[in-house]
């Protein structure tokens, strides 16, 4: 659907295939990575960027149609970047469990507590 509006067009359809290019790179990079730890981080940050770009696209577009500013196609792209840290963050908690668990070489072990820590404030002088 075009805007009517030539450098409209073209910005948006820019944006789209940044988008697109965004994904492509993601996706060879789950491939190219060794890992799941590798994995997890690079495309996470690439998928983020390719929707803030598609984002970007819609609200430019529904704006120069609507005659008015449209931001609400760039609250899902901010509500991503608060909650794929998080995810990432569980994802890679859980793998490393998984891997402790599996006894698997070069697993880091677990942290283990200060004796002091877990003695307790009225066992110090």
């Known amino acids: 659907m075009s805007t009517g509006v030539?450098?409209?067009?073209?910005v948006v359809a820019m944006l789209?295939?940044?988008?697109g290019v965004l994904v492509?790179?993601?996706a060879i990079g789950f491939v190219r990575l060794q890992n799941f730890f590798l994995r997890m981080h690079p495309p996470a940050l690439a998928y983020t960027l390719s929707t803030w770009c598609v984002a970007?696209?819609?609200a430019l577009s529904l704006s120069v149609l609507g005659g008015r500013l449209v931001l609400h196609p760039l609250l899902l792209p901010a509500l991503l970047a608060l909650t794929v840290p998080?995810?990432?963050l569980l994802l890679a908690r859980v793998s490393l469990f998984r891997d402790r668990r599996a006894g698997i070489e070069g697993t880091p072990p677990a942290s283990v507590p200060r004796?002091?820590?877990v003695a307790g404030p009225e066992s110090s002088p």
Do not use: E, K
């Open 115 to 117: 004796q002091a820590d």
């Open 24 to 26: 492509l790179v993601s």
């Open 16 to 19: 789209l295939v940044l988008s």
């Open 6 to 10: 030539v450098w409209v067009d073209v």
């Open 56 to 58: 970007g696209a819609s």
């Open 86 to 88: 998080v995810t990432t």
